[in-house]
Each structure stands twice: as structure tokens, then as C-alpha cells.
């Protein structure tokens, strides 16, 4: 572990790649799971596993969550490979997009048999629930964390050997429905694939990417303090490698201040007064949205590893999250035509996706209580962590103090394995660090 952190991060990230790559190569497993913090290049793991396996000779599948992340893949395995002929399982509706569209080597259908016999076949696993038929030597499983353990089991048939890739801190899979009936039991379908999968394979190889190259340095501790307090990572740039400036002054106003405040350190609270108030609060609304546009009539420009002169953060490199959709529409009402081109989402949505600023509308503001859903640590691990210059949380003040009222009362179940990190706890540290960048 010294020798890792003592190596430089890109020498640290390619030890870890290496040491996955061969436990793949050596057959030894039947599954191999790889941990990843958020921005640690699994996305460039994947397709690079894909295309070793893929040169060996060995035909694989490729199983991932949402038709996004099936299309992201087949881009970047295409453009990676250009030679290595793709398939893109679908639904029969599906419409290829640009990035699927653009690549020769890619074939889309609805059935595995008229792909053609490609090397590499990519779908969604509810797309491969479908699929009856054959095996192969290799999957790969994608965001595996957030693949539901009963989704593995229905396409665990059409594979000998695995991949898991995904990150542990993010949110987990969820349902609407009763589960009562299945706490405790090792196939419980709300357990991530890979939890359960390391319950009954407790000696499968993990591995974990120890470099985020999404999060600054200003914010690669923090996150790893709170959501990952027992792995861990570090950031892949130093401290001036990134720099966020503005090109244009602005009014001076308490808006001014929280930007500026973030651009500097990477963090800001812009803190709205203490109250109780709707789940779609208005006041904090009109400030996300407000936030957003200041950044964008500042015109600012990011300095980085990729822009060492420094390119513009444009609206499509802006994003606004909040937890719930009414929440989201609300913020995206107040931005109007001006903020064009600016995500608004919530943090289901949000993950995996990447900015260079961020607005959040903390899940805990202005509540009365502090449920399981609000307290989950994956919902605020997703919106603290899509940036890479600067991170702006709204919050009405008061959550530490109703944070200690509401200490967690769920009931512990036997052989439910302890979840970490603990919500409770994850927020606390996140709010101590942001207390120290409040913009006044």
C-alpha cells in the first residue's frame, strides 16, 4: 500500500490495470471484480479488457445497465479498435444513435443470431435476460454495482468467466416495492450483483483503481473521507494542475461571492436560511438555478492536464442535481431560455456523467426529517463527485442540527451485511468540509 502511494498516479493506475488483466489472462478465476471511485477511467478498463480478450481470440459479451452506457461502449471500443466487429444487441424499436450510426464495424439487431458472429456483442442486461441461447467464454459486466443481483442471475448462463466493473460508493440499485420477504437471504434481489456475487465467491480476486482523474485535488479527499472511508483513492492531478477563472466581472452580490469562492477552492455553501419548508422549495430552486447562470455570464475558463491554456466551460459542461424530479423541474423552470444547454437532473440520472461544474441542491435541505432515502450516502456521493474544477451545494442551514435529532432507527436484520459508509455519517463529513467554504 506505501508503494502505491509513493508512486506517481498514473504508475499507481496502470500496476492495478496490469494485475487485473493478468488475473483474467491466467483462468484461475471464474470471476474477477474491480472497485472503482468515481472517475477512475472504468469506462477505459473495460474496452481495454475487451480488446485483449477480443485479440486472444475469445469471443465476449459486454453487459451493461442503460442503452447510454451501450452506446458509450460501442464508441469507445469502436474508435479504440477500428478493426473489431461489434454487435449491438437492442430492443426491435431501438433507433441507433450518431455514435452507433458512425462506426462501420458496428451492427445493430434484436437478435444474436443476426449479429453475424461479431467478437464483442454489447446490451443492457434486461436486453440479455431475453437471450435463451448460447454461451460465451467472457463477459464483462459494466457498472456492475448497480446491476441487481437477480438481473445477474438471469444472464449468469451465457457466460463461463467474468469482469465486474464498477463503483461501490454510488448509488444502489432500488425498487418500489415490499422486500421484507427477502432480508437476510445471501440472493436478496435489492443486493448489488456484486455483493451478492462476493458472498457466495468470497475468494474471487478485487481489485480496486486507486486514482480518480475526474476529481480535483480540492475534491478527491473529501470524497474519499466520506463515501469511501475503507479503500479510499487520491486525484490525478496535483493541486495546480486545475484552475477555474472567470473572463467576465459581475454584479457583486451574494451570488458573485459563491462562485468566486468556488472557482477558488473547488467547494462553496451557498447557505439559504433555516426553515422547513415543501420537498419543492422555491427559494432554493430560484438560488440553483441563479448559481448556474452566474457561472455562465462570467464566462469561465477551465485550466487542466487536457487545456493547459484553458478552454471555456460552456452550459453543456455545466449540470444541476437534486434528488427528486419535482425538484429538477422546478430549478429548470427558473433557468429558462438563458440557461439552454445546462443538465438539470437528479442523481440516478446524473451518474457516471462528468462536468466541470456543479450545482447541488443538498437532499436534506429544508426537510423536517431525515429518511432513509434522503440519508442514502450513494445519492450524495453521485452529486458531490461529477465535477472537475468546482462543486457548488445549496442547503438551507440547519441539516447538522437535524442530522443529531434523527440518529438512524432502522431495524438491524440478521446476515444483512452492514452497509458503508453510514449516510448519517457521510453527511456529516461532507458538511464539516463545506463549512469552511461558506460563501458570506
Same mark, same amino acid.
Given at each position: 500500500m506505501l508503494a502505491e502511494l509513493a508512486a506517481p498516479p498514473a504508475v499507481a493506475a496502470e500496476r492495478v490495470i496490469t494485475a487485473v488483466l493478468a488475473d483474467l489472462r491466467s483462468g484461475d478465476h471464474r470471476g474477477v471484480v474491480v472497485d472503482s471511485p468515481p472517475g477512475a477511467g472504468k469506462s477505459t478498463l473495460v474496452v481495454r479488457a475487451a480488446v485483449e480478450l477480443a485479440a486472444a481470440g475469445e469471443p465476449l459479451i459486454i453487459v451493461a445497465q442503460t442503452n447510454e452506457q451501450v452506446d458509450d461502449l460501442i464508441d469507445r471500443l469502436a474508435r479504440k479498435a477500428p478493426e473489431l466487429r461489434i454487435g449491438r444487441l437492442s430492443a426491435t424499436d431501438y433507433q441507433p444513435t450518431d455514435r452507433v450510426k458512425g462506426h462501420e464495424t458496428v451492427r445493430v439487431a434484436a437478435k444474436v443470431a443476426d449479429l453475424g458472429g461479431p467478437a464483442v456483442v454489447i446490451g443492457t442486461a434486461a436486453k440479455w435476460a431475453t437471450v435463451a441461447e448460447g454461451v460465451w467464454p467472457w463477459a464483462i459486466v459494466d457498472e456492475a454495482y448497480q446491476m441487481r443481483s437477480d438481473a445477474l442471475l438471469r444472464v449468469a448462463g451465457r457466460f463461463e468467466r467474468a469482469l465486474f466493473v464498477g463503483d461501490p460508493g454510488q448509488l444502489d440499485p432500488f425498487s418500489t416495492v415490499e422486500t421484507a420477504r427477502w432480508t437476510g437471504l445471501t440472493w436478496?434481489?435489492?443486493?448489488?450483483?456484486?455483493?451478492?456475487?462476493?458472498?457466495?465467491?468470497?475468494? +474471487?480476486?478485487?481489485?480496486?483503481?486507486?486514482?480518480?482523474?475526474?476529481l480535483p485535488a480540492t475534491a478527491a479527499p473529501v470524497v474519499a473521507a466520506a463515501f469511501y472511508p475503507f479503500t479510499g483513492f487520491r486525484a490525478g492531478t496535483g493541486p495546480a494542475d486545475r484552475a477555474l477563472t472567470f473572463t467576465e466581472p459581475g454584479p457583486g452580490d451574494r451570488f458573485d461571492a459563491t462562485v468566486e469562492v468556488a472557482a477558488a477552492a473547488g467547494w462553496a455553501l451557498h447557505e439559504l436560511p433555516a426553515r422547513h419548508t415543501l420537498r419543492t422549495d422555491g427559494e432554493a430552486a430560484v438560488a440553483c438555478a441563479a448559481l448556474a447562470l452566474r457561472f455562465l455570464d462570467r464566462k469561465p475558463v477551465g485550466i487542466s492536464e487536457h487545456a493547459?491554456?484553458?478552454?471555456?466551460?460552456?452550459?453543456?459542461?455545466?449540470?444541476?442535481? =437534486?434528488?427528486?424530479? *419535482?425538484?429538477?423541474?422546478?430549478?429548470?423552470?427558473?433557468?429558462? =431560455? %438563458?440557461?439552454?444547454?445546462?443538465?438539470? *437532473?437528479?442523481?440516478?440520472?446524473?451518474?457516471?456523467?462528468?462536468?466541470?461544474?456543479?450545482?447541488? +441542491?443538498?437532499? +436534506?435541505?429544508?426537510?423536517? *426529517?431525515?429518511? =432513509?432515502?434522503?440519508?442514502?450516502?450513494?445519492?450524495?456521493?453521485?452529486? %458531490?463527485?461529477?465535477?472537475?474544477?468546482?462543486?457548488?451545494?445549496?442547503?438551507?442551514?440547519?441539516?447538522?442540527?437535524?442530522?443529531?435529532?434523527?440518529?438512524?432507527?432502522?431495524?438491524?436484520? +440478521?446476515?444483512?451485511?452492514?452497509?458503508?459508509? *453510514?449516510?448519517?455519517?457521510?453527511?456529516?463529513?461532507?458538511?464539516?468540509?463545506? =463549512? %469552511?467554504?461558506?460563501?458570506?
Amino acid at each position: 500500500m506505501l508503494a502505491e502511494l509513493a508512486a506517481p498516479p498514473a504508475v499507481a493506475a496502470e500496476r492495478v490495470i496490469t494485475a487485473v488483466l493478468a488475473d483474467l489472462r491466467s483462468g484461475d478465476h471464474r470471476g474477477v471484480v474491480v472497485d472503482s471511485p468515481p472517475g477512475a477511467g472504468k469506462s477505459t478498463l473495460v474496452v481495454r479488457a475487451a480488446v485483449e480478450l477480443a485479440a486472444a481470440g475469445e469471443p465476449l459479451i459486454i453487459v451493461a445497465q442503460t442503452n447510454e452506457q451501450v452506446d458509450d461502449l460501442i464508441d469507445r471500443l469502436a474508435r479504440k479498435a477500428p478493426e473489431l466487429r461489434i454487435g449491438r444487441l437492442s430492443a426491435t424499436d431501438y433507433q441507433p444513435t450518431d455514435r452507433v450510426k458512425g462506426h462501420e464495424t458496428v451492427r445493430v439487431a434484436a437478435k444474436v443470431a443476426d449479429l453475424g458472429g461479431p467478437a464483442v456483442v454489447i446490451g443492457t442486461a434486461a436486453k440479455w435476460a431475453t437471450v435463451a441461447e448460447g454461451v460465451w467464454p467472457w463477459a464483462i459486466v459494466d457498472e456492475a454495482y448497480q446491476m441487481r443481483s437477480d438481473a445477474l442471475l438471469r444472464v449468469a448462463g451465457r457466460f463461463e468467466r467474468a469482469l465486474f466493473v464498477g463503483d461501490p460508493g454510488q448509488l444502489d440499485p432500488f425498487s418500489t416495492v415490499e422486500t421484507a420477504r427477502w432480508t437476510g437471504l445471501t440472493w436478496d434481489p435489492m443486493q448489488s450483483a456484486v455483493a451478492t456475487l462476493l458472498r457466495h465467491n468470497p475468494e +474471487l480476486p478485487v481489485h480496486r483503481l486507486p486514482v480518480s482523474w475526474r476529481l480535483p485535488a480540492t475534491a478527491a479527499p473529501v470524497v474519499a473521507a466520506a463515501f469511501y472511508p475503507f479503500t479510499g483513492f487520491r486525484a490525478g492531478t496535483g493541486p495546480a494542475d486545475r484552475a477555474l477563472t472567470f473572463t467576465e466581472p459581475g454584479p457583486g452580490d451574494r451570488f458573485d461571492a459563491t462562485v468566486e469562492v468556488a472557482a477558488a477552492a473547488g467547494w462553496a455553501l451557498h447557505e439559504l436560511p433555516a426553515r422547513h419548508t415543501l420537498r419543492t422549495d422555491g427559494e432554493a430552486a430560484v438560488a440553483c438555478a441563479a448559481l448556474a447562470l452566474r457561472f455562465l455570464d462570467r464566462k469561465p475558463v477551465g485550466i487542466s492536464e487536457h487545456a493547459p491554456g484553458g478552454a471555456p466551460v460552456t452550459a453543456d459542461r455545466i449540470a444541476v442535481g =437534486a434528488a427528486h424530479r *419535482d425538484q429538477v423541474a422546478a430549478i429548470r423552470s427558473h433557468l429558462g =431560455a %438563458a440557461g439552454a444547454g445546462i443538465t438539470v *437532473d437528479t442523481a440516478n440520472r446524473l451518474q457516471g456523467r462528468e462536468y466541470d461544474v456543479t450545482i447541488v +441542491l443538498h437532499p +436534506l435541505s429544508g426537510r423536517r *426529517d431525515a429518511t =432513509a432515502f434522503h440519508l442514502e450516502s450513494g445519492r450524495l456521493c453521485v452529486l %458531490a463527485s461529477r465535477h472537475r474544477h468546482a462543486c457548488v451545494v445549496v442547503a438551507r442551514a440547519g441539516i447538522t442540527e437535524l442530522l443529531d435529532a434523527h440518529p438512524s432507527t432502522e431495524r438491524v436484520h +440478521l446476515d444483512v451485511p452492514v452497509k458503508f459508509p *453510514d449516510g448519517w455519517e457521510a453527511n456529516h463529513t461532507m458538511l464539516a468540509h463545506l =463549512a %469552511a467554504h461558506h460563501a458570506r
